[in-house]
């Protein structure tokens, strides 16, 4: 089946640094892709719909310029947190529409910690 | 927008069966789903449910769709203690959407 692998799993990193979050469809082509934020206890929110070859699409209250999406491939789309702070620390997963299959592909998650 | 709500917690004894409950506004989804998330993972598709059926049975899970009263349901028969996660119910954003809204989660807790 579809497959969206996500790195890293685990990265910390001190406030100011900035953090790059790659996911990539393994086996099928993602023209969408979607980054959800989790906080702990909670559901997951969405943050922004990446589209291969135009703007990611925020949603309302996200920073664009804190959480910059690239999505220049069929495959790859990117999540970098700029100037991370120790509020930015969370869990961040991207899912894409599975290809030729109900549902959504979603990756195995990014836990950031920023200290 | 749509709206997904689902108890947070729920506490069975291996063996019994668990039944996730979880209501949403939107009717004109054409797909209902249930993910089941491990602890430091991302979330796996559990199951689905076409908005035409009401009612899905595979092996240990049986989904329950009333759509009148907008409410879907997780059933797992003989829970297992590797059944313990948090499951999600999730609806698309509106009808042709691809955006998913999430319940926040129920966390299932298997007692030996």
């Known amino acids: 089946g579809a497959v969206v692998s996500q790195h890293p799993s685990r990265v910390i990193c001190k406030s100011g640094t900035s953090v790059k979050i790659e996911c990539r469809s393994l086996?099928?082509?993602?023209?969408?892709m979607f980054w959800y934020r989790q906080f702990p206890k909670q559901s997951l929110m969405l943050m922004a719909t990446?589209?291969?070859?135009?703007?990611?699409?925020?949603e309302q209250g996200v920073e664009k310029d804190k959480f910059l999406i690239n999505h220049a491939s069929l495959t790859l789309s990117t999540l970098t947190v700029a100037s991370a702070h120790p509020e930015d620390s969370s869990f961040y997963i991207c899912?894409?529409?599975?290809?030729?299959?109900?549902?959504?592909?979603f990756g195995s998650g990014t836990r950031l910690t920023v200290v | 927008g749509e709206d997904v709500e689902q108890s947070l917690f729920l506490s069975v004894r291996e063996g019994d069966s668990s039944v996730i409950n979880c209501t949403y506004t939107?009717?004109?989804?054409?797909?209902l789903y249930w993910y089941k998330q491990e602890p430091g993972a991302g979330l796996q598709l559990l199951t689905y449910?076409?908005?035409?059926?009401d009612m899905k049975q595979d092996q240990r899970l049986t989904v329950l769709l009333n759509k009148k009263d907008k409410h879907l349901s997780l059933r797992i028969a003989d829970t297992q203690t590797g059944d313990s996660a948090i499951y999600f119910c999730?609806?698309?954003?509106?009808?042709?959407?691809?955006?998913?809204?999430f319940g926040k989660g129920t966390k299932l807790s298997v007692i030996p």
């Open positions: 899912s894409a529409p599975g290809q030729g299959s109900v549902g959504y592909t």
């Open positions: 086996d099928f082509q993602a023209t969408t």
């Open positions: 990446s589209n291969e070859g135009s703007k990611a699409t925020y």
């Open positions: 939107d009717s004109s989804s054409t797909y």
């Open positions: 449910i076409f908005s035409n059926m």
């Open positions: 999730a609806v698309p954003s509106g009808a042709g959407s691809y955006q998913l809204t």
